[in-house]
């Protein structure tokens, strides 16, 4: 008779602190992010742009990449679309200051497991990094609702894309800004350029998306979850 031997556990849960990149131009914000969550996680790289993001994750390896959208040399689509070519397992949680949907849908379409914006407290961002490092989804409560709608069929996603691809990134945050109600004074202080400057971008997006006026385009924005 042989003797019973025990269970063998395939895949062991860390022992250690989880290893996280930390992927964002500001260096202020990164600083302020490891020190926030480093009595739970181990922040083990930082990264300001998409090529040094894609070279530290590839070499380090981590549990959660923390990845904000907006970066020089392409976003966080293209850091997530070029490290899943090397590291197909690789899990990603989008934190950033937009929570607009065309945001959120662009980084889930190409592989990022939950997206949370830069308001969270301290500890739910470490359990937020848990989860996902876990293998669930992890979405701000309001942003979570973008997701559901895409794949309902709420947001017509191809036609958002399709439509925001003819607006640079300046026209699409003057746009932004604009379906909020904000006056173009405003608009110029908030992304420090001339009322000439807004009222040149604002014209290109009314004639972009073929609108007559600030109002359509209010319209527009607010149907595509944009605002």
Do not use: C
């Amino acid at each position: 008779m042989t003797e019973p031997t025990e269970p063998v556990e395939t895949n062991p849960a860390p022992t250690g602190p989880l290893r996280v990149v930390v992927v964002d131009d500001h260096a202020m914000f990164r600083a302020g992010v490891r020190s926030e969550i480093d009595r739970g996680v181990q922040v083990v790289a930082e990264a300001a742009d998409v090529p040094s993001a894609v070279k530290a994750i590839t070499q380090t390896r981590p549990d959660v990449v923390l990845l904000d959208v907006h970066m020089p040399g392409g976003g966080g689509v293209e850091v997530i679309k070029q490290v899943l070519q090397v590291l197909p397992e690789q899990r990603f949680l989008a934190l950033s200051v937009s929570d607009s949907a065309e945001d959120v849908i662009s980084v889930i379409r190409v592989g990022a497991r939950g997206y949370v914006t830069k308001s969270i407290a301290a500890d739910e961002l470490i359990d937020a990094i848990r989860r996902v490092a876990e293998g669930d989804a992890v979405f701000s409560p309001r942003l979570a609702g973008f997701v559901l709608d895409a794949f309902s069929g709420a947001i017509d996603v191809a036609s958002v894309d399709e439509d925001l691809d003819r607006l640079s990134q300046r026209e699409r945050e003057v746009m932004r800004l604009i379906a909020r109600g904000y006056a173009y004074k405003e608009v110029a202080r908030e992304l420090f350029i001339s009322i000439k400057t807004v009222e040149t971008h604002v014209s290109s997006v009314l004639r972009k998306l073929q609108l007559s006026n600030r109002h359509q385009l209010t319209r527009w924005a607010t149907d595509r979850r944009l605002v």
